[in-house]
């Protein structure tokens, strides 16, 4: 029987293996199919407090993970594949094993979803971006194109218009689909230009691997044409890991898991933090402190269920 089981291994699942190792709860912790989350894409990362020169997606990852183990977390190489959360204790099958545990914190984040063409995969991190807020500031000065009409797109594509000389709005219908004071601000924004009725079809790139274009397809003409640009965002949604937890505990029409503000899911003793839960900021810095904030509350679950007294001051 395991005090907390832990599915993720981003910043919300390695700072919640900090916070209850730190506990003594020795928690065990599932590293998923991608270790360390979408943090792992980001080259470089320069917002996150206490790095004032910037640190990579993956060595943060692995300063992360060494922290945790060093408070004696277990870290296990496996992927979470089925889960009973009906009554406890929770159960959860892996690939290669079984846990009971009294508590269960889901971590396992969210993909942005891709354009899946040619030249994408090749070029993340080297001019295809899924974060203006991680990225924009190494495109000052450069020209870039957002791929989206929502709002996610128009407001990551205002927020690029600080760095680049030119943001370009690629949108596959003739309107954007963003609400109308944010379609205000883009056309008011004289750095904001618009391409209509189009879609990406190739990410194009030089012999030193950077972007330098798009391959473009008109959905009407079908004509196609070259759109020479620095760098290339993509906001055309997420999609939350939350496959396996469906009939298990409330998600939202978007697969996205429902917490409160204390990240307890309606299951009482499973929370979640970050991506999984998190539709609004998806960065690592929040992901981290909803990481530390389930942790606290897995652990004054377990003293409530044992009777103990609970060392933290939360009401």
């Given at each position: ?256 898991i429902i917490t409160d503000r204390r990240q307890r899911t309606n299951v009482p003793g499973v929370f979640a933090a970050g991506d999984v839960q998190d539709p ?36």
């Open positions: 029987m395991e005090n907390i089981v832990i599915l993720g291994t981003g910043p919300a699942g390695l700072t919640a293996a900090i916070y209850a190792a730190r506990a003594e709860l020795a928690p065990i912790v599932l590293k998923g199919d991608q270790p360390g989350g979408q943090v792992t894409i980001t080259d470089i990362l320069e917002n996150y407090p206490g790095f004032p020169e910037g640190i990579s997606g993956y060595e943060m990852y692995q300063s992360f993970e060494n922290q945790a183990l060093r408070f004696g977390a277990k870290i296990i190489a496996d992927t979470a594949i089925e889960v009973d959360f009906k009554s406890p204790p929770f159960t959860i099958k892996t690939r290669d094993q079984l846990f009971q545990t009294k508590t269960v914190i889901i971590a396992t984040g969210s993909d942005p979803r891709k354009l899946n063409v040619l030249g994408e995969k090749e070029y993340i991190g080297k001019g295809v971006s899924y974060c203006a807020t991680c990225d924009g500031f190494f495109f000052k000065n450069k020209k870039v194109a957002v791929v989206g009409g929502g709002d996610s797109a128009v407001e990551e594509g205002l927020f690029l218009t600080r760095f680049a000389s030119s943001v370009t709005i690629i949108h596959r219908r003739d309107r954007l689909r963003a609400n109308p004071h944010l379609q205000t601000r883009a056309n008011s924004n004289k750095k904001m230009n618009f391409i209509w009725n189009s879609i990406v079809t190739e990410v194009i790139g030089d012999k030193q691997s950077r972007v330098t274009g798009l391959k473009l397809q008109n959905v009407k003409s079908e004509q196609e044409n070259i759109f020479e640009t620095d760098g290339v965002f993509v906001f055309i949604g997420h999609i939350p890991n939350t496959q396996i937890f469906k009939g298990q505990i409330d998600l939202d029409e978007r697969g996205i609004i900021y998806r960065q690592a810095v929040t992901s981290a402190g909803a990481g530390c904030m389930a942790a606290m509350e897995a652990e004054k679950f377990i003293a409530e269920q044992e009777g103990t007294a609970y060392p933290g001051k939360l009401e």
